[in-house]
């Protein structure tokens, strides 16, 4: 779209009232706002289709405002998402129809707004007195900022959303646990069982079959492997070490046990005692180095590789580095990512992190950073 342009009320010629009128119904690419000095039109050049009529019908809520944070415009539907009428919401303030603790953050993004595009989150009183989670996109339509356009997102559907992906996460993260609880214990009570009962048939046929005694040490051998495997898979699915010795423990465990599976070398560097930390954030740090050395071992074809895992106050930073053969790349030449990549984004996003990775042909590395509370203070005067 191009620049806009505004134009006082009365630069206009004597064909003014013609001129507003082509305005208001769509033949012109701009707005007239009435306000208390008459009438301001706003324009805007070069653009594809009449900017007025594609506000007008956009499902996102949008409005203008004044240098005192008035609504001079509104979309019918911002009216909607407000529960109220138009004319109700033209002069009012934005402050007014924010949550009273949003307030500050809104006139930051409102100031940030003169300088540059701004964003940001903030609660919506509704007309109902109901509370709208909402995102602001706040624009500076004329040169001197005395003029601000605003864009609001309805969130309910996101957060929901998120909301729902991490309740399935969590549920997702018990059932592992509880499967893992059944494999150790009880199939694996069986098995030791069996290996008993081999071993006493064993002892019995010993004297008078060597053959059956041989198939016997056969079946023996293939129950202990059965049984490391079942006890491998137990762990992976919930490592016991992270509810008993905490986080590094269980890294340390799984780290030494890719390295001998997959015959890739692990450079670890990871600080002793990584301080208080929650269940969520243990799980999700434990999971993310599963996918990344996984990644290393299906697709890098490094036969080394570095971890590092650091907390800085409140926040825990995890990299990991290959020196493989880099992601591959898209048809339009953006490095690709799979569904494990994304989990892991999504699993970092539910807790307030994020996800950085960089790719090229000589390797890959991926940081997750999550956001820690620390401990509270204990013996406080």
Not at 131 to 138: D, E, G, P, Q, Y
Not at 219 to 231: G, K, L, N, P, T
């Amino acid at each position: 779209m191009g620049n806009n342009v505004i134009i006082p009320a009365d630069t206009l010629t004597e064909d003014g009232a013609q001129i507003i009128d082509a305005i208001r119904s769509g033949c012109v690419d701009a707005f007239v706002i009435e306000d208390r000095e008459g009438h301001a039109v706003y324009t805007l050049q070069n653009a594809d289709l009449p900017y007025s009529t594609l506000v007008q019908r956009m499902q996102q809520g949008a409005a203008m405002l004044d240098s005192n944070g008035e609504v001079i415009y509104c979309n019918p539907s911002l009216a909607a998402l407000f529960g109220t009428s138009i004319e109700s919401l033209i002069g009012a303030r934005l402050k007014d129809l924010v949550h009273p603790d949003d307030v500050p953050l809104l006139q930051q993004h409102l100031e940030g707004a003169r300088a540059s595009n701004s964003e940001g989150e903030v609660r919506l009183r509704k007309t109902d007195e109901s509370i709208l989670a909402a995102r602001l996109s706040f624009t500076a339509l004329s040169r001197d900022g005395s003029v601000t356009g605003v864009l609001v997102t309805d969130l309910t559907t996101e957060k929901a959303n998120a909301e729902l992906a991490s309740r399935i996460q969590r549920l997702q993260d018990e059932e592992r646990r509880g499967i893992a609880r059944e494999l150790h214990d009880s199939v694996g009570q069986l098995l030791a069982a069996i290996t008993m009962s081999l071993a006493s048939a064993r002892t019995e046929v010993s004297k008078s079959s060597s053959s059956v005694a041989a198939m016997l040490d056969d079946s023996s051998v293939m129950v202990a492997q059965v049984s490391r495997e079942i006890r491998t898979i137990s762990h992976l699915l919930h490592p016991p070490l992270l509810d008993v010795a905490g986080l590094c423990s269980a890294i340390r465990w799984y780290v030494d046990g890719f390295s001998e599976r997959s015959h890739i070398g692990v450079e670890l560097d990871m600080a002793s005692d990584l301080g208080h930390l929650s269940s969520e954030a243990e799980i999700a740090v434990f999971r993310v180095v599963q996918e990344c050395l996984t990644n290393v071992y299906r697709h890098s074809g490094s036969d080394t590789c570095s971890l590092k895992l650091k907390r800085q106050q409140d926040v825990l930073r995890l990299e990991v580095r290959d020196c493989g053969r880099g992601m591959p790349k898209s048809i339009n030449g953006t490095r690709s990512s799979g569904l494990g990549l994304r989990g892991m984004e999504e699993r970092l996003r539910q807790l307030g992190g994020n996800l950085e990775i960089q790719s090229t042909e000589s390797g890959t590395t991926i940081v997750a950073y999550l956001p820690v509370a620390e401990p509270s203070a204990q013996g406080a005067a």
